[in-house]
């Protein structure tokens, strides 16, 4: 499986050129495409999952200090998305930790309606910061 997130912080998501059926709706800010992906075949796309968006969107921003004072951002939570008629979140969590060796992970538990990413940034943390 492929799982495929496209997130807007600041304003929903562009339209697609994608068929409307294989894509979130306009007004999506966080949209999870999930694929089947096996070699020798086709990518077979299974689910359209619109994490957050909508008129309960419901936007929360807590300031985040990890655990070295290189390690700081933002949490950014959102929801409004229904996949399946169950309500759907995500948490996005925006960081600047310089001594980072990657630079994006996800989680969430199989079957969970609520996604955990955070977007680590090691280049130019200690002389940028968010806003």
Avoid: F
Avoid at 51 to 58: D, H, K
Avoid at 101 to 114: C, I
Avoid at 121 to 129: E, L
């Amino acid at each position: 499986m492929q799982y495929v997130y496209s997130v807007s912080v600041c304003e929903p998501l562009p339209p697609s050129p994608a068929p409307a059926d294989e894509d979130c709706a306009v007004g999506t800010y966080v949209c999870g495409l999930v694929s089947s992906v096996r070699e020798g075949h086709d990518d077979n796309l299974i689910s359209v999952v619109p994490v957050a968006g909508g008129e309960n969107l419901n936007p929360t921003a807590a300031y985040v200090e990890g655990e070295s004072t290189l390690a700081k951002g933002w949490t950014l939570s959102m929801s409004g998305g229904k996949y399946n008629e169950v309500d759907q979140s995500v948490a996005v969590e925006m960081v600047c930790d310089a001594s980072a060796d990657k630079d994006v992970s996800s989680r969430a538990a199989p079957g969970s309606t609520s996604q955990h990413t955070r977007l680590t940034r090691s280049p130019s943390c200690a002389d940028q910061a968010y806003v």
